[in-house]
T-cell receptor, first 115, second 110 residues
Framework: GAVVSQHPSRVICKSGTSVKIECRSLDFQATTMFWYRQFPKKSLMLMATSNEGSKATYEQGVEKDKFLINHASLTLSTLTVTSAHPEDSSFYIC???????????FGPGTRLLVL | EDQVTQSPEALRLQEGESSSLNCSYTVSGLRGLFWYRQDPGKGPEFLFTLYSAGEEKEKERLKATLTKKESFLHITAPKPEDSATYLCAVQAGGAQKLVFGQGTRLTINP
């Protein structure tokens, strides 16, 4: 139980294009989802907290107009990297918390490469 | 400010050689302490949640313990497949987000 999927697992795009990453909780409902970014050999950096039906809360230093988050249902959140640039290349990971629970369950991650 | 410090940064063991990983934390009102395992290129895999001092949880060769200041992840007779980065995170009371430590890279040599 508590499976989270992400799609795509890898994406390569040209500079200036937008990329959408989906995060789905497959066997549970998640009122809260989280988006992280991870640099090589570093720990996870929280980008934003997404609550179903409301606007996401972004961490300090994260551009909300660049990283658009939508949490339209209890099982789906999306992260759109707008006008991507090479410095946005990274490993993006989402997590979801079971309704009423404390534990975050993580997706497998999405590797983004911007050329 | 809530903080999590993990030690050591990296640890190499021989197969069968038991050891412990440390997670020290300072948090305003601990709501939960979490251990995850992360393999290269993958998302973190949930291992344990601990809520109060004195609590212990076990899963196969892993055992997690919690005091008021730190948590230990004990690994007994490890196998090469236990090689991974182990992450510790805390959730403060009233907060939704987790604060992560930098992780311990564990390598088990056959």
């Amino acid at each position: 139980g508590a499976v989270v999927s992400q799609h795509p697992s890898r994406v390569i795009c040209k500079s200036g294009t937008s990329v959408k990453i989906e995060c789905r909780s497959l066997d549970f409902q998640a009122t809260t989802m989280f988006w992280y970014r991870q640099f090589p050999k570093k720990s996870l950096m929280l980008m934003a907290t997404s609550n179903e039906g409301s606007k996401a809360t972004y961490e300090q230093g994260v551009e909300k107009d660049k990283f658009l988050i939508n949490h339209a249902s209890l099982t789906l959140s999306t992260l759109t990297v707008t006008s991507a640039h090479p410095e946005d290349s990274s490993f993006y990971i989402c997590s979801a918390r079971i309704q009423g629970g404390e534990t975050q369950y993580f997706g497998p991650g999405t590797r983004l490469l911007v050329l | 400010e809530d903080q999590v410090t993990q030690s050591p940064e990296a640890l190499r063991l021989q197969e069968g050689e038991s050891s412990s990983l440390n997670c020290s934390y300072t948090v305003s009102g601990l709501r939960g302490l979490f251990w995850y395992r992360q393999d290269p290129g993958k998302g973190p895999e949930f291992l344990f949640t601990l809520y109060s001092a004195g609590e212990e949880k076990e899963k196969e060769r892993l055992k997690a313990t919690l005091t008021k200041k730190e948590s230990f992840l004990h690994i007994t007779a490890p196998k090469p497949e236990d090689s991974a980065t182990y992450l510790c995170a805390v959730q403060a009371g009233g907060a939704q987000k987790l604060v992560f430590g930098q992780g311990t890279r564990l390598t088990i040599n056959p």
